[in-house]
């Protein structure tokens, strides 16, 4: 329970910055990740209600309703600020009635079984207290033959990318992180957050563990992110 505290309070404290230092930081990457992502989706299904877990400021979510056209999305989110930040960017593009925001933790999902065709997380995951029992969570909301897509950061390989990288996720990021969001602890959370999550085959094995089949991934910008997909 200390661990989900810990990460709540450090994203209330950066949602007011979230958005900003997202795109700052990753040079604007980060829309051309979340594309390719409902792209990943797309190809498998045509979903009508979409779950959004650890929506954040519901980027994702957004960029779902852009590329799928769903009937509705739901985004839930251990973080108040970071819904209430979510919530202005959904007025201000006029989407409240189709994406609705919740309060919720991902191991115990405040929905009944098999009751979304998609369920996502971007950057999420490894923020879990639990990640296989987050898993199994979305699977258990998912319907038959639904999908589920997780976006997260990775490792990339080869010299000399993998370095220059390393040294800029690892001591770059976390300075400005630091100048700009006014948190000492939430930028330098984040490359020991990657660098400990199983990525590749390891997080492919803990899907299965957690119940889906059809697995693949996907590798983006030299292995910065990947996505990951699989079916219930």
Not at 29 to 44: C, H, L, N
Not at 151 to 164: A, H, M, T, V
Not at 191 to 218: C, W, Y
Request: some cysteine.
């Amino acid at each position: 329970m200390a661990r989900k505290q810990e990460v709540r309070s450090m994203f209330d404290s950066i949602a007011w910055r979230y958005d900003f230092l997202n795109h700052f930081l990753s040079f604007g990457t980060d829309y051309f990740w979340r594309k390719k992502a409902i792209d990943e989706i797309r190809k498998r299904i045509k979903p009508d209600s979409i779950l959004d877990v650890a929506t954040g400021t519901c980027d994702l979510a957004i960029a779902a309703v852009k590329g799928l056209k769903p009937e509705r999305v739901t985004g839930i989110d251990i973080s108040q600020r970071m819904l209430e930040e979510g919530r202005k960017k959904l007025h201000r593009k006029k989407l409240e009635k189709i994406i609705s925001l919740e309060l919720a933790e991902s191991e115990s999902l405040p929905f009944d079984d098999s009751v979304f065709d998609v369920c996502m997380v971007a950057f999420g995951v490894r923020n879990f207290e639990d990640p296989l029992k987050g898993l199994m969570e979305m699977r258990r909301v998912l319907a038959g033959g639904g999908v589920i897509m997780v976006l997260e950061f990775s490792k990339p390989g080869g010299f000399p990318f993998r370095g220059i990288y390393q040294f800029y996720f690892n001591h770059i990021l976390p300075m400005f992180g630091r100048l700009f969001s006014k948190d000492g602890a939430a930028y330098s959370y984040l490359p020991d957050s990657v660098n400990k999550f199983p990525e590749g085959e390891d997080f492919l094995n803990m899907m299965a563990e957690a119940g889906f089949s059809r697995l693949a991934q996907r590798r983006l910008s030299g292995g910065v992110a990947t996505i990951y997909t699989g079916s219930r």
